[in-house]
């Protein structure tokens, strides 16, 4: 018989492995700015032209090459970043394949000019579909440029099967998000049709992102950061009323290097849960850092998908750490400026039963949607919104404005006042006891206040004996100058200059003191995008401002303050929900106790 076996020509083996490592634009682009990565560069210049299908060009500051190597680096396995089979469990490289330039030079018009510092002449090597077209010395600055044009342009059916520029460009941006994300250190200017598009100075993980993906961003995060044996973890998650339907920004980075891990999203759906809709999605920045002989990063051509040594563990690590980081934060659709003092749950993270198995257990407190199922017992620090949630002794249809005034009033007696867990003003009417939680009370007090004295038109201001100075940017400033009608109404009256606002007046209710912490909260609510339903301006601004001024949970109250909120609560038009539309009051009669028994 014949011999059929044949060894592959280079070229075609080429090919075939571009099929793998090159899908499209984009793909070049992750692989020429890994290299430069790689190549310890600070400033990293792109340019792309019709969608990356005409051309992509990556220029960098980094090493360079001799010229031997500038010769050899288009071989198939030419690698500087591994030597033996053994550097494959300590990779801290981007690449390490050697297959990323043959592939692209296999597909594609390539021309390369790269020059060491130290050397005189740069050198140039142009090739076409792995035929080499040109290779001489040449005048260069220090780096490498590498010019890749007409992809697929030997495999029509592979060029025929991109998608539209529009798709197209989508990937490359993709790309250079993870890339630029993954390295703040470096600076990258990125052209797009010869328009400048981004130039990212060398910046921190957080003014990365809200360089990349707005201002208002600043305001979505949350930090999360965790260190165990095993993972060392940091970044940034989006407060829960940003996430979104569509996926959003989901980005995990191990050892700087961005992976995709269904199983690790996973996790952070998981800490979410509860806080958002299941068809929402949470969005995140993560950073892992792990031993990189605990991976295996040769997985996948694209070396996008990596396994974990401990991938139980990191998932535990995640999910607790992020559940962790939400509950402190307290993540409430508008937002706590002061800390309730009950969320401060003591973390515990036992490094030994992380097995996958474990559970975390987080106060559900800080959770306003979930009701939990189980009452503990014996619980010292025993939650009784939980408990009365679960048994439901107040019906949600139940009409609480029949509650009257008179009826607790008949017994506002005083010792029948009391405080619970510095939250709660439990009192004893004739049929029932009534539970008011004290920081939403008094929002319903404020808030109604606050609209009474917009639409009277009585001219709320009171003129300032010295006119105070507050500091703000200029961005805080233009917001203010925008409402300045709205603040009036209420009483705030004020000039400006570049950096600071002077305020003249203030509406009586206002302590001069607190000024400058409302005002803030003020900001910080209309820079967001809060989601509260408004009927108007002095509708937003009145909710605000209750929040902001209310008594907060936590806080004692002394015999005249609880009075003073049981008092005005009874007395306002809707005083079963707070201006946010939560529960301000709850009824247990005896029934409901008696059931209790049972
Ligand atoms: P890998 O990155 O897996 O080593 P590549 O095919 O991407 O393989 O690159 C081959 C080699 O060429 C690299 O190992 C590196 O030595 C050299 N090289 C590629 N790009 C650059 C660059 N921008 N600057 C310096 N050297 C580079
Ligand atoms: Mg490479």
Redesign the pocket.
Known sequence: MKNIINILPENVANQIAAGEVVQRPASVLK??L???I??G?TEIHIEIKNAGKTSILVF?D????TKE?AEI?FNRH????ISSAIDLFNIK??????????SIAAIAHVQLI?KQRNDQLGTQIDINGSQLVANKSVVAED??K?LVKNLFFNIPARRKFLKSNNVENKHLMNEFFRVSLSHPEVNFIFLNEGKEIYNLKTSTFKKRIIELFGNKTNEKLVPINEETEILRLNGFIFKPEFSKKTRGQQYFFVNNRFIKSPYLNHAVKVAFEGLIDTNYNPSYFLNLHVDPKTIDINIHPTKTEIKFEDEHSIYAILRSSIKHSLGQYNISPILDFERDKNLDIPYYFDKKSSDGSMSIEVNSNYNPFKKNKTISLGNANHNFEKDVHTLQFASDSEDFTQLDFNDINSSANTNQIIQFNKKYIINKTKSSLVVINQERAHQRILYEKFLKLISSNKKNAQKLLYPSELEYNSQDIRILKSNYDQLKIFGIEFNFNENSIIISSLPSFLNEKDLKLHIDNLLYNLQNETPINNFSESDLFSKILSKSMSIKNGKILDTKELEYIINSLFACKEASRCPFNKKTFIKINANDIENMFK
């Open positions: 692989e020429l890994e290299n430069s790689d190549a560069s960098d980094g090493i360079g090459m190597d680096c030419a690698t500087s970043k490289s981007k690449g390490f394949r050697g297959e990323a330039l043959a790269s780096g490498t590498i």
